[in-house]
C-alpha cells in the first residue's frame, strides 16, 4: 500500500461544504438519504463554533477523499473518557488503497493520545464490508447492548413530562 500521496488533516470552518458533501454520501451508501437535515450553517455552528464534535479529512493528492467525524464520550465504569466514531466514510472509487484503515488509525491514534481507554461506534447490520474491516483490526461487537433513542418530538415531549 503506497500512502506517499495520503494526509489527514484535521478539518476547519472552510470545510462545512466537503463535510456536508461527505454526510450525504454515507447516507446515500446507508440508504437514509432523507434523514440527511444538516446543513452547512448547522455543521459549521455545531462543530466549529461550539466545538461538540471534531473532523479528520483525508485526502489524496490534495483532493479530499474521506472523513472521519468524532467526539468524546465517557465511561463511569473506567472513569475515562473514549473516543465515539459517529460517521467514518471513504469514497467508492478510493476504496481499498488503505485510506480508510489510514484514516481509523489516525482517530485510534488521537484516543490514545488523550488517554482515552475505548473507541467506540454503530455499524450497520448488513455492512458487511466494514464488519470485516472492522473485525480486522481487532475490534468486537457488543452484541449484548441494545440502543435506545429519543429523537425530534418524542425527545421534546419527554423533556417537558413534569412541567
Not at 44 to 71: C, M, N, T
Amino acid at each position: 500500500m503506497n500512502l506517499t500521496d495520503f494526509t489527514i488533516r484535521m478539518a476547519s470552518r472552510e470545510d462545512a461544504s466537503i463535510i456536508l458533501n461527505f454526510i450525504k454520501e454515507l447516507a446515500a451508501y446507508e440508504k437514509m438519504t432523507e434523514e440527511v437535515v444538516a446543513t452547512e450553517a448547522s455543521l459549521i455552528d455545531s462543530l466549529f463554533v461550539k466545538k461538540q464534535a471534531e473532523v479528520l479529512i483525508g485526502e489524496r493528492k490534495g483532493e479530499p477523499v474521506g472523513f472521519a467525524l468524532f467526539f468524546h464520550n465517557y465511561s463511569t465504569f473506567l472513569g475515562k473518557a473514549g473516543i465515539y466514531l459517529e460517521d467514518f466514510f471513504v469514497l467508492e472509487p478510493y476504496r481499498g488503497n488503505g485510506y480508510g484503515k489510514a484514516l481509523f488509525q489516525e482517530v485510534a491514534r488521537i484516543a490514545t493520545e488523550r488517554g482515552c481507554e475505548r473507541m467506540e461506534w454503530f455499524c450497520l447490520d448488513w455492512n458487511e464490508p466494514s464488519i470485516q474491516f472492522y473485525k480486522a483490526q481487532g475490534a468486537f461487537p457488543m452484541d449484548e447492548w441494545t440502543v435506545y433513542r429519543l429523537t425530534g418530538e418524542e425527545l421534546t415531549k419527554f423533556s417537558k413530562n413534569n412541567e
